[in-house]
């Protein structure tokens, strides 16, 4: 760009930013301000516009940067059902932005679609980079300013490319002549039709269309195609043999990658993964494999924190191959393997990184919420809130169903006229284990009953309609029955459920707040055969709620299930079986 552009442009946009709207950045993050030539309109995916830009640190830590670039439009619906645009930038020269690794070629994203607090993103490749994919791109959160206009906030992220500090696999180059046509290999299961040349299409084993794009090279010579088409036709082949000791699938992906992959897509339920932006890499050489990744686009996850489905089940994208990969013994055990460790080693460090990554992007998320008042993320402690309890819920969803864990995560809400009966996350029970779940400082006024997010896992009510409770006194419920009625306000509700049997559970009002040392049999109470002990005086209550034995210290009992309340410390107590 010449100086006497650069000039005119300066001075267009200094009368832009006297025009434009009156919202600034929040000053808290780096500020990228990118001015196009002539002030030109960036409205082409296609098509490049030159321009300038400069980074301001912000009393960050980050390196202030300034050059000359080219800007065009990226992403499908992003880029054309928001006002709030994504970008593609090429700088002039490789810079180390934000301090991110040297390269020219990075995103701006903008994650008009993200309404989860900006995480969706950063949760999947922070996963992504935890259980140990080869590569997962980084990304740096940004203010904007384009041509004068704050934009609002952004994430810088690294695009995904052929490069020794990205996808470090051989740069196969487009129409290659060579005898060895085996890589590298970058390649995307697609669900966009793209031009013939583009991309090539096989049929699944289900009888399903599966384009892949090849991203790198882009153009193929017929000796080129013929080995991708003949690869792909090969792994799937595998895939769908349908014997689970089956390993001839391994021969041609790398298993490492394969469940690494898959568990980072399950963990986030990201139910779009094998539908598209599913990437896949393979290195030059006659017995190198197929890796699946990098990750890419979580746009479609975190949606429902009660979700007991696997990503290819129930829903409305098909997922290539991964239901058919999950039969194999092998990759079972990988798999296994993945989800545990992520478990015990870097479940609490995701939750580490949320509070840091909110503490970070707070105030410009508020501001950037100011300037896109459809679509802003106007309530970030709830979606905090929500999103943590998504991942505590699917981690152990996940670990219950491949028989890691024997505890079914709970599902299970209080629902009533003061909710709009809705299974909402602030009325979730949490499991302290022995079947016990608590809920903490609640008000109740009208009708309610106990329920799962789909009413059919559980359903628990009463036996006469509008039964009413009273505190400190547990109540059976009846599985599919009538509601229930109380009013007031109550520090803690525990129910006592066994899914195995349902008809023996209780609710209980407390007017004090319990503990997880409250709920544990065993804490305060001494039994031999029939007759129950106790240091500090306490009260027997049969299944129905009745009172049969008050402020003893002990008491015999005919053999039966009884609750047992002691202060506060309320045990369920089989006599005499």
């Not at 239901?323 to 194999?328: D, G, I, L, R, S």
């Not at 992520?342 to 580490?352: G, I, Q």
């Not at 559970?505 to 804490?523: P, Q, R, S, W």
Request: hydrophobic share 35%; net charge negative.
């Amino acid at each position: 760009m010449s100086l006497l552009h650069k000039i005119c442009a300066a001075a267009v946009c200094l009368f832009a930013s006297a025009t434009a709207n009156a919202i600034e950045p929040s000053g808290t993050l780096p500020v990228m301000t990118i001015t196009t030539e002539n002030s030109q309109a960036i409205t082409s995916k296609e098509d490049y516009v030159s321009a300038t830009y400069s980074i301001d640190p912000k009393g960050t830590d980050v390196e202030a940067f300034s050059g000359d670039l080219q800007i065009r439009g990226r992403g499908n619906y992003t880029w054309t059902g928001f006002d709030k645009k994504p970008y593609r930038i090429k700088l002039d020269k490789k810079a180390g932005l934000l301090g991110m690794k040297s390269n020219k070629h990075f995103g701006l994203l903008a994650h008009a679609d993200d309404s989860r607090a900006f995480l969706r993103n950063p949760i999947g490749f922070f996963i992504s980079k935890a259980v140990g994919l080869a590569w997962t791109p980084d990304m740096r959160p940004v203010e904007v300013i384009l041509n004068g206009d704050y934009i609002g906030l952004y994430f810088l992220t690294e695009l995904i490319r052929v490069d020794k500090d990205r996808v470090d696999i051989y740069d196969q180059e487009d129409e290659e002549a060579t005898p060895d046509p085996t890589g590298g290999w970058l390649c995307e299961i697609d669900n966009y039709e793209e031009a013939p040349s583009e991309q090539i299409t096989i049929t699944e084993g289900d009888g399903s269309l599966m384009r892949i794009t090849h991203k790198s090279p882009e153009i193929l010579n017929a000796e080129q195609e013929k080995f991708l088409r003949d690869q792909y036709e090969a792994m799937n082949t595998a895939i769908y043999n349908s014997d689970p000791a089956s390993t001839a699938w391994s021969d041609l992906i790398d298993v490492a990658s394969a469940t690494r992959f898959y568990v980072t897509q399950e963990i986030t339920d990201n139910y779009e993964s094998y539908h598209g932006s599913c990437y896949m890499f393979r290195d030059r050489g006659k017995d190198k494999k197929w890796n699946f990744g990098p990750v890419w686009d979580f746009g479609s996850t975190l949606a429902d924190e009660n979700s007991r489905l696997f990503i290819w089940q129930g829903r409305e994208h098909h997922q290539h191959w991964i239901e058919q990969m999950n039969k194999f013994t092998s990759f079972q055990e990988e798999r296994n393997a993945v989800m545990e460790d992520f478990a015990k080693n870097h479940y609490d460090d995701l939750m580490t990184y949320i509070d840091q990554f909110i503490a970070q992007i707070s105030d410009a998320a508020a501001t950037d919420a100011q300037r896109w008042p459809k679509y802003g993320n106007t309530d970030i402690p709830y979606q905090v809130e929500y999103v943590k309890r998504f991942l505590k819920n699917r981690v152990s969803y996940l670990m219950y169903a491949w028989g890691m864990s024997e505890e079914m995560p709970a599902d299970i809400y209080l629902r009533g006229e003061f909710n709009g009966w809705a299974a909402e996350p602030r009325y979730q029970f949490r499991s302290t284990g022995d079947n016990v779940y608590l809920l903490d400082d609640v008000t109740l006024d009208g009708i309610f009953k106990i329920g799962s997010f789909d009413w059919t896992t559980v359903d628990l009510g009463g036996f006469e309609d509008n039964n009413t409770l009273q505190p400190d006194q547990p109540y059976t419920l009846n599985p599919k029955g009538c509601n229930l009625t109380a009013t007031g306000t109550f520090p803690s509700v525990r129910l006592v459920y066994d899914p195995k049997e349902p008809e023996k559970a209780t609710l209980e009002l407390l007017t004090k707040k319990a503990g997880i040392d409250d709920v544990t049999t065993g804490a305060v109470f001494e039994v031999s055969g029939t007759t129950i002990a106790s240091a500090e005086p306490f009260s027997i209550y049969d299944l129905s709620g009745r009172c049969v034995t008050r402020d003893v210290t002990a008491a015999t009992m005919a053999p039966g299930l009884y609750i047992v309340n002691a202060g506060g410390h309320v045990a369920k107590i089989a006599l005499g079986r």
